[in-house]
């Protein structure tokens, strides 16, 4: 089974720029999040999808920030402008709904993808 | 803000068990103990969780003290590939809540 994709692993783009970082989630699950390491700081949560939808984007820094989940499969993280303290390591990971993984016990944990490194210059 | 608290850093031989520490004095009967943890240039990797039992894995075993607030994880007989830092993480088990992570301890194993 493959496990959680990120494209493109790194980006380098200069201040005012615009990226996108694609996810692409584990098949079937419906739980969708992107977190993020910034320098020097811990990794912190942006947003969680489910299916298509937003459940909760508590974590979204600020409007330059748009996530998308059309169709529910996989998910785009689009920085525009970008600024320098954006530089950092955006992580995806899914899960699938609770319940509903034939009672392995793990239908909670997370499967992260390895990352997408973007520096802002 | 993470309710956990870990120690900066631990160094273990090669082979031997590996016991990491984990504070969660507030933890809400609800919640979970989840460990993960983050090797270097790859995502945060699940390891184990558990309520209030001890509870065991191909990975590792977690201890989990009678009044919930400081667990252990043991790796049994660690490996250089067990280099990483391990998260422990205070978490409500309904839902898809999010994961909030903290400082972590950074595990060195020493050949």
């Known amino acids: 089974e493959a496990g959680v994709t990120q494209f493109p692993s790194h980006s380098v783009i200069e201040k005012g720029q615009t990226v996108t970082l694609r996810c692409d989630p584990i098949?079937?699950?419906?739980?969708l999040y992107w977190y993020r390491r910034v320098m020097g700081k811990e990794i912190k949560f942006l947003l969680h999808?489910?299916?298509?939808?937003?459940?909760?984007e508590s974590g979204m820094p600020n409007n330059r920030f748009l996530a998308e989940r059309t169709g529910g499969t996989y998910s785009t993280l689009k920085v525009q402008p970008a600024e320098l303290e954006d530089s950092g390591v955006y992580f995806c990971?899914?899960?699938?709904?609770?319940?509903?993984?034939?009672?392995?016990?793990?239908?909670?944990?997370?499967?992260f993808g390895p990352g997408t490194r973007l520096t802002v210059l | 803000d993470a309710k956990t608290t870990q120690p900066t850093s631990m160094d273990c031989a090669e082979g031997r068990a590996a016991n990491l520490p984990c504070n969660h004095s507030?933890?809400?009967?609800?919640?979970?103990v989840y460990w993960y943890r983050q090797i270097h240039s790859q995502g945060p990797q699940y390891i184990i969780h558990?309520?209030?039992n001890n509870e065991t894995n191909e990975m590792a075993s977690l201890i989990i003290t009678e009044d919930r607030k400081s667990s252990t994880l043991i790796l049994p007989h660690a490996t250089l590939r067990d280099t990483a830092v391990y998260y422990c993480?205070?978490?409500?088990?309904?839902?898809?809540?999010?994961?909030?992570f903290g400082t972590g301890t950074r595990l060195t194993i020493i050949p």
């Open positions: 990971a899914s899960s699938p709904t609770p319940g509903l993984a034939g009672g392995t016990g793990l239908y909670n944990e997370q499967f």
């Open positions: 098949s079937g699950h419906d739980n």
């Open positions: 999808f489910v299916k298509e939808s937003k459940q909760d």
């Open positions: 507030t933890i809400s009967g609800n919640e979970y």
């Open positions: 558990g309520l209030k």
């Open positions: 993480i205070v978490r409500a088990n309904f839902g898809n809540e999010k994961l909030t």
